[in-house]
């Protein structure tokens, strides 16, 4: 399943690596095989005491998002539950995932989050752990182990949240669907949730799907070539677009712009991308649906504390089986996303998620009231 | 082993002519390679005292792209996002490799080599409407037809052409007389090896998507019709799981050169790398688990095959986006079960080593080859963007991996000057100005080729080979007079290093002529040739710092010396 990076911290992710820029993955690292993250300000120390070490597998750490929104939450959670929070960063590499995630039993984990780099690739050490009594929470991105505890934002939510948003402007009309990667699982969750919304008005013919399709790579680019042919094919006769994420949203809108249609043919979205985030101000997007990290960490902290006292992953508050794309039923913890509107921008401004130059730009501040 | 080759006659009447030997590993090397779980290497592979010289550093490049004479992109929208190869071989018998690029939507071009011994690379295009192309992805260069002419399998998207080479880097369209079946698929990957005694290859042509969909094509395998000298219709390989690279090769020094394939799990739900059973006479089959394959789920682009542990049986490098892999066959494997040691060797290679860009990785093209000659082979990845794809790294650079002595990799191209930030697709290591170093060709995605002249521990001026180097071409008598499959080892000292030679792997492009060698501080090494029937030659004793053809009726190896 190709991982669909979070585009808001795109553009801050090209550090420049001021000691040193060799990839130290090359060198034949110490015993191991893995080094604890040295993040300025990180604790890399294994506390004496706590009897719950929490031993958390990034799978690339110098992405900006762990250590600005996940990791935070995810230690608050830990260290208010009086655990002990230990981490790893496997730079982007599988094989040193596996590793890490032995290094971090040796140091003294009693559970494990992990981040996985590659679903796939991790699940032999995922398994292994879980066998020798290290339980396992997947966080954010699928392991096909069934005794894993699975901790993600429910998906198929968010598709009905861009639905709700949509509809509730066009109850009727000709709608186009701009899905994600058709390999991953995800794109279906999400027409899932839409489906849930707008099926009953497609049965009874209020709403006319005019364009459907996926999108390789949710590829931006793709999607406004997809919508493009839409557009030319329906004679611009189209009402509503549902895209799967911000990426793809913003695709669409340029196709809509060159037909003089942004701003009058509602759009959805999700990841709270800034440039979705400001389209939503300018009014060109209808809705962009955010999942809060924090959310996220404090979720999987809280977890971790509950599995170190029971190993079983059902037995975590919160947690009902879902059944994975893998045909493998996980305990699993599915998080409520927050549909960001034009009229309830305050939540990721008060978050600190994007600050209002941002988020404003462009934006006629008596219009909008978070702009003002 | 003899501590002195034998004379002519001698060897002649004592030399064992051994069916496919087992290879046995070497009671120096008895200490071998002990994996400690946690991932440590520790390594005593090679004995103390051993002619090998101490690994050097990388050598000095210098890009010689804008004075080459070399004016070619690789081009094109989704369709040619994946290919992008070049093949490099001698059309017009002067010992100078040639190179043909892939163009994608522009044509692929042929240029003649006209570099000085030892000097600038220079080369010069020779065009022509059967060799430029357009929708070409790659091209591997093999004498098909085995009449001493280098022919070219000129893979395409929607339709493959072999192109038999008529001397002096002419070609012509040979699809018809060879009854080969171009087809429409969407190839990029090809190998070819001889089967048994036929007079033809049987080809192997690894498909990506089908054209215009978005599900995996079938492979094809191309086997010699009952007459021998033309092709009967190909067999599909399904299933198909979307193949960017394969390779015909001796993974267990059997006999039999089964064909691997390096797949794309972008596209595939249910797949897997795959490796077929090639016997001659027999359908094509697949190992399956139950004879120890293991599946494995990569984004798989290139192939190379080198052996790095010296127990005769080739590790595989397979590339691919994020984590590279390094495959070698678990101790005593009776069956194709194969394990990853790339973390363990320092060949994950899995992001850029310099740049600032901290996601993965996205690797093309990778060959084994000994840059600095100190007789220790090292690793060339190429590296770019897909396109734009926002979760992988955009400033990717293509990776100089110098092996140690120890077995390990250490990241050079920095030091070596070849660090570029281009979308690059093919490549080659080539002697491209016949002074015993390695240059580098690579072809990029919507920007020039770019080639480095490689100056060894000297500059522009004063190039400098950092060791002592060999190079040696094969010949039999037809069919298959270049020996596709023979393994030449050359020992120096204690320690033997083996090659197999092959057409295929790599990503979309190959190479063939001569078989290059560091020598290290050696100043002469003996060579011997397994030739691809199984029969091995004599062991010769070869002189450093020369190129030397082996002809299998020949009992001495015949120097050789480029005109200037």
């Given at each position: 399943m190709r991982t669909r990076r979070w585009a808001a911290v795109a553009a801050a992710t090209l550090i420049v690596a001021a000691c040193g820029s060799d990839d130290k993955s090359a060198d034949t690292t110490a015993a191991g095989g893995s080094e604890t993250t040295a993040a300025a300000g990180g604790d890399t120390t294994v506390a004496a005491g706590g009897d719950c070490v929490v031993g958390v597998s990034w799978n690339n750490y110098q992405e900006e998002r762990w250590a600005k929104w996940d990791e935070p939450a995810l230690k608050a959670a830990i260290e208010a539950g009086g655990g002990t929070y230990i981490s790893n960063d496997a730079k982007s590499s599988a094989e040193t995932q596996a590793s890490n995630l032995e290094n971090l039993v040796t140091q003294g984990a009693n559970v494990l989050i992990v981040l996985a780099q590659d679903g796939t690739a991790i699940k032999p050490a995922v398994t292994s752990a879980i066998e020798g009594g290290v339980p396992v929470i997947a966080y954010d991105r699928l392991i096909e182990d069934p005794a894993a505890l699975y901790i993600t934002f429910d998906n198929q939510l968010v598709g009905k949240m861009q639905a709700e948003a949509v509809f509730a402007l066009v109850p009727k009309g000709n709608y186009v669907i701009i899905k994600g990667n058709k390999a991953d699982a995800n794109a279906d969750f999400l027409r899932s949730g839409m489906e849930l919304v707008i099926g009953e008005a497609v049965a009874s013919g209020d709403i006319t799907i005019v364009g459907e399709d996926y999108t390789d790579?949710?590829?931006?680019?793709?999607?406004?070539?997809?919508?493009?042919?839409?557009?030319?094919?329906?004679?611009?006769?189209?009402?509503?677009?549902?895209?799967?994420?911000?990426?793809?949203?913003?695709?669409?809108?340029?196709?809509?712009?060159?037909?003089?249609?942004?701003?009058?043919?509602?759009?959805?979205?999700?990841?709270?991308?800034?440039?979705?985030?400001?389209?939503?101000?300018?009014?060109?997007?209808?809705?962009?649906?955010?999942?809060?990290?924090?959310?996220?960490?404090?979720?999987?902290?809280?977890?971790?504390?509950?599995?170190?006292?029971?190993?079983?992953?059902?037995?975590?508050?919160?947690?009902?089986?879902?059944?994975?794309?893998?045909?493998?039923?996980?305990?699993?913890?599915?998080?409520?996303?927050?549909?960001?509107?034009?009229?309830?921008?305050?939540?990721?401004?008060?978050?600190?998620?994007?600050?209002?130059?941002?988020?404003?730009?462009?934006?006629?501040?008596?219009?909008?009231?978070?702009?003002? | 082993?003899?501590?002195?080759?034998?004379?002519?006659?001698?060897?002649?009447?004592?030399?064992?002519?051994?069916?496919?030997?087992?290879?046995?590993?070497?009671?120096?090397?008895?200490?071998?390679?002990?994996?400690?779980?946690?991932?440590?290497?520790?390594?005593?592979?090679?004995?103390?005292?051993?002619?090998?010289?101490?690994?050097?550093?990388?050598?000095?490049?210098?890009?010689?792209?804008?004075?080459?004479g070399i004016d070619h992109t690789y081009a094109g929208g989704f369709e040619f996002f994946v290919g992008g190869g070049v093949a490099a071989f001698d059309c017009n018998d002067d010992g100078r490799d040639e190179l043909y690029f892939a163009g994608g939507s522009e044509p692929a071009a042929l240029y003649r080599n006209e570099s000085p011994v030892g000097g600038e690379l220079r080369f010069t295009e020779q065009s022509s409407p059967v060799t430029d192309l357009t929708a070409v992805t790659g091209a591997y260069p093999l004498d098909l037809d085995s009449d001493g002419q280098i022919d070219l399998a000129v893979l395409r998207r929607g339709g493959n052409v072999v192109l038999r080479g008529l001397g002096d880097c002419r070609f012509e369209d040979a699809n018809d007389s060879l009854a080969i079946d171009g087809g429409e698929a969407w190839t990029v990957g090809f190998s070819a090896t001889w089967e048994g005694s036929n007079t033809l290859p049987t080809l192997a042509f690894g498909n990506y998507l089908t054209p215009g969909g978005d599900t995996c094509g079938d492979s094809r395998l191309v086997r010699p019709a009952a007459g021998g000298n033309t092709y009967a219709p190909p067999i599909a390989l399904t299933p198909g799981y979307c193949t960017l690279s394969v390779l015909f090769s001796d993974w267990a020094r059997s006999g039999q050169r089964d064909l691997r394939m390096a797949n794309d799990r972008h596209y595939y739900l249910d797949g897997s790398e795959q490796l077929w059973q090639i016997a001659p006479g027999a359908a094509p089959r697949q190992f399956t688990e139950s004879d120890g394959w293991r599946p494995l789920q990569i984004w798989g682009m290139g192939i190379a095959s080198h052996d790095l542990t010296d127990d005769g049986r080739p590790e595989v490098f397979i590339t691919s986006q994020g984590d590279n892999k390094l495959q070698t066959l678990d101790e005593g494997a009776v069956g194709p079960a194969y394990r990853d040691i790339a973390l363990d060797r320092g060949v994950t290679a899995q992001r850029p080593f310099v740049g600032g860009d901290v996601l993965p990785s996205t690797a093309w093209h990778p060959e084994f080859e000994d840059v600095n000659n100190d007789g220790l082979v090292d690793l060339f990845v190429s590296k770019g963007n897909v396109e734009a794809q926002i979760d992988n790294a955009m400033r990717d650079p293509s990776n100089l991996l110098i092996g140690k002595a120890d077995g390990t990799f250490v990241e050079g191209a920095e030091a070596a000057g070849i660090v570029s930030y281009d979308r690059t697709r093919g490549a080659a290591l080539v002697d491209l100005n016949l002074d015993g170093m390695l240059d580098?060709?690579?072809?990029?995605?919507?920007?020039?080729?770019?080639?480095?002249?490689?100056?060894?521990?000297?500059?522009?001026?004063?190039?400098?080979?950092?060791?002592?180097?060999?190079?040696?071409?094969?010949?039999?008598?037809?069919?298959?007079?270049?020996?596709?499959?023979?393994?030449?080892?050359?020992?120096?000292?204690?320690?033997?290093?083996?090659?197999?030679?092959?057409?295929?792997?790599?990503h979309a492009g190959g190479k063939i002529g001569w078989i290059h060698a560091g020598l290290g501080e050696a100043a002469s090494a003996e060579v011997r040739v397994q030739w691809p029937d199984g029969e091995a030659g004599p062991w010769m004793r070869v002189v450093a710092d020369q190129f030397v053809s082996i002809d299998r009726d020949a009992a001495e190896p015949l120097p050789w010396a480029p005109q200037q």
């Open positions: 790579n949710w590829d931006p680019a793709k999607a406004q070539a997809n919508m493009e042919q839409f557009l030319t094919a329906a004679d611009n006769k189209v009402d509503a677009v549902l895209a799967e994420n911000d990426g793809m949203a913003g695709g669409v809108i340029a196709a809509l712009d060159a037909q003089g249609l942004a701003g009058k043919v509602p759009v959805s979205g999700q990841d709270g991308d800034q440039a979705a985030l400001n389209r939503v101000a300018l009014g060109t997007q209808t809705v962009d649906v955010w999942k809060d990290a924090r959310a996220l960490g404090t979720a999987a902290g809280e977890a971790a504390l509950q599995l170190c006292k029971d190993a079983d992953a059902s037995k975590v508050a919160g947690a009902s089986p879902f059944t994975t794309p893998g045909g493998n039923d996980l305990a699993t913890i599915l998080l409520t996303p927050i549909p960001v509107t034009q009229d309830n921008l305050d939540v990721v401004l008060d978050a600190g998620w994007i600050d209002k130059a941002a988020l404003c730009d462009g934006v006629d501040a008596t219009k909008v009231a978070v702009c003002a | 082993m003899p501590d002195e080759i034998p004379d002519t006659d001698q060897s002649a009447a004592d030399q064992a002519r051994k069916p496919w030997p087992r290879w046995k590993r070497f009671g120096a090397l008895a200490a071998a390679l002990i994996v400690v779980s946690g991932g440590v290497l520790v390594v005593t592979g090679w004995p103390s005292g051993s002619a090998t010289s101490p690994a050097d550093g990388p050598p000095n490049y210098v890009d010689e792209s804008a004075s080459a580098l060709v690579e072809v990029n995605r919507q920007v020039n080729v770019r080639v480095w002249r490689n100056v060894g521990r000297g500059d522009a001026e004063q190039p400098q080979p950092m060791g002592h180097w060999l190079a040696v071409r094969l010949h039999q008598s037809a069919p298959n007079v270049d020996a596709i499959g023979a393994w030449v080892e050359v020992r120096v000292g204690e320690r033997t290093v083996v090659r197999e030679v092959t057409v295929g792997g790599g």
